[in-house]
């Protein structure tokens, strides 16, 4: 902005003038005392078409913007025009190069890259408001609130500089190096996996991440069994989990109990898929439950079940269709345009080798992975496949996980490669290069993981050790998802 450099002095005498020149000696002449800025604002902001609101803290004096700009604004603000600067005697100024007050002139650009988060340097920009006597003033400090960070790249670093890099390595001091489940419970993230035929499992709180205990003595499971450990979920606060085909339940993680209830039907349990969260503030949420999938003769066919929330029986559902994935199934749960929730699963499907004579137990299963097609149900009791005729599908992934985030479904595998995302889980594209894997991370390829996304919107992906690296967790949010909202 080109300032007219009128001196303090200079301008009262010109307004003094001004005045007395048309007046009397009978007029009395009252001023206001208001020395208020009113309104204020800025062009809008080029390249985004959007107008940034500023809000005036009249007693603090300070004026900011809210909503911080994009993180490149410093290339868009260095040539802006004031738009509105509103107060009762039309008079502001601000300090010229050598120090002095000088009237503003709105109509010229200005620089306000050096205001930048003012807060953060203690470099405002200073604006006095004089009343129309000009015998008196009020100084306000405007700072322009700009983000650091790309509101759309996924930050697997703590801070503005900070590159990629795990969270924290050898967090179970290599003791985590097969298959294993993590799952969130109490602001706790909790880790399990198989020692033998014992459940172990190491905990920190979501808070933390860096500093990780053993979980010691965890009880009332079968000694001799087959844990299903994709199967570990959380619901309405406790965890649910299958071993020998039946219902485990703990509200603590540690103790576990055979749940009464939802064994009292006999039913063979071969996973539970994900829950659908109770919630009394979305008037949609009308069902809420765990999904599972259970067989009601002892295992010659599979149903989709899903519990009634009131009493805890299992209403059953469809029979399981002969193309829904058996293994390393992944189930997040999404919400429809009117928030109503849904449940999404993949995984694999497996094959069976026609050679393969029926009941040879000796002979390894031959498996044939199939292409990835997502499942969809609104009550866990009806399913429909997601497979499009459009090449818009998601291909193949080796342990796919899947999760719901940022209002959109994102899948990957074990390659972590890139992310596949979908607005509905029908048609999927490659995500932007933005929301990507750190290289440090692809080079674990092939590992055994876990993932969990807590409450702040952090990602976490718990790897076990193996032949790539030591066990290690990496945590990433997308940096938008972080920013201050007021």
Known sequence: MRIKFLSFIASFFMVSFVI???????????????????????DTIGGYGVNYKF????????????????????????????????????????????????????????????????????????????????????????????????????????????????????????????????????????????????????????????????V???????????????????????????????????????????HNLLN????????????????????????????????????????FCMTNENTNMWNIGEELPADFPTRNISSTVGFSATNVPFIVSMGTIIARDDNEEDGDDDEEEEETPQPIVPWSSYDGLSWIDLSTSSAAYCPMLNSPSIIAYNEEFYAFGNDFKVFYTSPSGITWKEASKKFYFPEELTKRAGANYSIVIDDNQFIWIICSKDDTGSDEVWRGRLNKLGFDKK
């Open 55 to 214: 809000t005036i803290d009249q007693i603090k004096g300070l004026i900011y913007n809210e909503d911080s700009l994009p993180v490149h604004a410093d290339t868009i603000i260095n040539k802006i025009l004031i738009k509105t600067l509103t107060t009762a005697s039309g008079v502001v100024t601000m300090p010229n190069k050598e120090g002095q007050d000088s009237l503003i002139n709105i109509s010229d650009s200005i620089d306000l890259t050096k205001y930048i988060n003012a807060p953060d340097k203690n470099d405002y920009l200073k604006l006095k408001v004089w009343t129309q006597d000009l015998q008196s003033n009020k100084e306000y400090r405007l700072s322009v609130r700009v983000h650091y960070l790309d509101p759309d790249t996924l930050n697997w670093g703590n801070g503005k500089d900070e590159k990629p890099a795990a969270f924290t390595k050898n967090f179970s001091n290599g003791n985590i190096t097969g298959k294993q489940r993590a799952v969130i419970l109490d602001n706790n993230i909790l880790v399990y996996y198989m020692s033998g035929n014992v459940l172990n499992a190491y905990k920190t709180t979501v808070s933390d991440g860096k500093t990780w205990k053993e």
């Open 264 to 303: 009292r039907n006999n039913l063979k349990f071969a996973t539970l898929l994900t829950a659908i969260q109770p919630d009394s503030e979305n008037p949609n949420n009308k069902k809420a439950g765990i999904s599972a999938i259970a067989s009601m003769d002892n295992g010659l066919t599979y149903n």
């Open 20 to 42: 007395t020149s048309c007046l009397d000696d009978d007029n009395n002449i009252e001023y206001s005392p208001d020395a208020t800025i009113h309104a204020f604002a800025l």
């Open 216 to 258: 010691d003595n965890i009880q009332g499971l079968p000694t001799i069994t087959s844990f299903d450990l994709s199967s570990i979920i959380e619901y309405n606060g406790s965890l649910y989990m299958v071993a020998d085909n039946q219902i485990y339940w703990s509200e603590d993680g540690v103790e576990w109990a055979l």
